[in-house]
């Protein structure tokens, strides 16, 4: 997985920064899956995306993820800080169809034509009817909420990265989710920032294009920067 370098977070943020979240998946995913032709990216499994773009943030931005989560009982925030190589433990991916009850995996097309159903258990069985084969059982649109969830879990276990963490106020456990674009695109924004801040007092400073800026390597940008404004 190659890095993002200066001028691609510029670019991806440009691009992405008004879009909905599920065409941004789409857009990071696309970028972290230079192999695979642009237009099947909102056809692969969900687990699949959340591995491509984690692996794209590791490579840029390190494993190491520092998020927060808010405790559903008593309210506090939580840090959380994890590792990539802990919430992807395998590459494993989803099952083309579970055989048992014929189902396949969820995509971001999936995602996007159920985005706008405004009740949860409405949307996920609607979801569920699209993810059944010829070979599903019809009583599966029986199910609620709850065991379309975990039939979606047990098919593709990364679409979801959680991990538990234990409450420092209240001592509950505590189920954190991250999603995988929210967390890169976090750092996309916020490294973009400071990227067009160098860019600006730079410009001022010594007359350099954005161009100019960009292509100075991470450690001469911040020498500059050191002398103009210790
Ligand atoms: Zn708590």
């Given at each position: ?74 309210g506090?925030?939580?840090a959380?800080?994890v ?14 169809v ?27 069985r609607?979801?569920?009817q ?53 967390v ?47």
């Amino acid at each position: 997985m190659r890095a993002l370098t200066p001028h691609d977070v510029l670019a991806l943020w440009d691009e992405g920064a008004h879009r909905h979240p599920l065409d941004r998946s789409a857009l990071l995913c696309a970028r972290a899956r230079s192999d695979l032709p642009a237009d099947t990216i909102v056809d692969l499994p969900l687990g699949e995306v959340t591995r491509s773009v984690l692996r794209l943030r590791e490579a840029t931005f390190g494993g190491r993820i520092d998020s927060h989560v808010d405790c559903p009982f008593c309210g506090a925030r939580l840090a959380v800080s994890v590792m990539t190589s802990e919430v992807l433990p395998g590459d494993a991916a989803a099952q083309v169809v579970d055989a048992a009850h014929g189902l396949r995996p969820p995509t971001l097309r999936d995602l996007a034509a159920v985005a706008d159903v405004p009740d949860a258990e409405d949307g996920a069985r609607r979801l569920l009817q699209r993810c059944m084969t010829a070979s599903a059982p019809a009583s599966l649109l029986d199910a609620d909420l709850a065991e379309i969830e975990a039939l979606f879990e047990a098919l593709d276990p990364n679409a979801d990265v959680g991990l538990q963490v234990i409450c420092t106020e209240c001592g509950k456990p505590v189920l954190a989710t991250l999603d995988a674009t929210v967390v890169l695109w976090d750092e996309i924004e916020a490294q973009g920032k400071a990227l067009l801040r160098m860019v600006h007092v730079l410009a001022v400073a010594y007359g350099w294009t954005e161009s100019e800026t960009l292509a100075l390597s991470p450690v001469r940008r911040a020498a500059y920067m050191a002398m103009v404004s210790p």
